[in-house]
Structure formats: C-alpha cells, structure tokens
Nanobody, 125 residues
Framework: QVQLVESGGGLVQPGGSLRLACIVS????????IGWFRQAPGKEREGVSS????????FYTLSVKARFTISRDYAKGAVYLRMNSLKPEDTAVYYC??????????????????WGQGTQVTVST
C-alpha cells in the first residue's frame, strides 16, 4: 500500500523559507516520479516540482525556479521541497504525489496515481 505523508507547512512572512517533507512508503524512490503540487483557493491544482526516480532529474514550474529545490533522502524514504524567497502567491495547500510513469509524468497531475493529504503553506505579513 502506497502512502505519502506531508509535513512542514505553516505561516511564514514574505521572503521567508520553509522545507516541506513527504515521507513515502510502499513506493520506491528509484521508480517513477515523486512530485509536489499546490492548490490555492479558487484555482486549479498546479504542478510545482518533481523528481524522476531513475536518474534524479528535477523539474520545476517557471514561477518557482531558482527559489525552490526538490531533493530526496533514501535512508529516510523522504522527498523534500525547500522553498526560499516565498511570496504571497505561493500560498496554497501543497500535496506530495507519486507516479508509476517512468518517463513523462513530470508536472502533469493526471499522471500521478497516489496522493498525500496536503499541508497548508501561508505566506503573509
């Protein structure tokens, strides 16, 4: 049984940083993709970043490039999203997801079969 559990969300001021963690069980970090998605109120779910299992290739949506970094820790069975220089428009519920697709899933939410419950990130003064 695949389970993904997110943590690390919270309230942060603009310009601040957070690190989200996704603990993955029942799914190898060497296979498919692990991705981070977000959904703000009234908006569609958006792909933020993903990491490809077979080679560690990283993918980012344009609005977070150079600010967010995805990484994985095999020992802990975890995938992290380090978020720097946060902006109010980064406010959303952030979800971790896993895809068994080996090549194309990248940031396409429809390609991801397994989802966590989400963690709230609020960027505000």
């Amino acid at each position: 049984q695949v389970q993904l559990v997110e943590s690390g969300g919270g309230l942060v001021q603009p310009g601040g940083s957070l690190r989200l963690a996704c603990i993955v069980s029942g799914f190898s970090l060497d296979s498919g993709f692990i991705g981070w998605f977000r959904q703000a109120p009234g908006k569609e779910r958006e792909g933020v970043s993903s990491i490809r299992g077979r080679d560690g290739a990283e993918f980012y949506t344009l609005s977070v490039k150079a600010r967010f970094t995805i990484s994985r820790d095999y020992a802990k069975g975890a995938v992290y999203l380090r978020m720097n220089s946060l902006k109010p428009e980064d406010t959303a519920v952030y979800y971790c997801a896993a895809s068994t697709d080996l090549h194309r899933a990248t940031l396409h939410s429809s390609s991801y079969e397994y989802w966590g419950q989400g963690t709230q990130v609020t960027v505000s003064t």
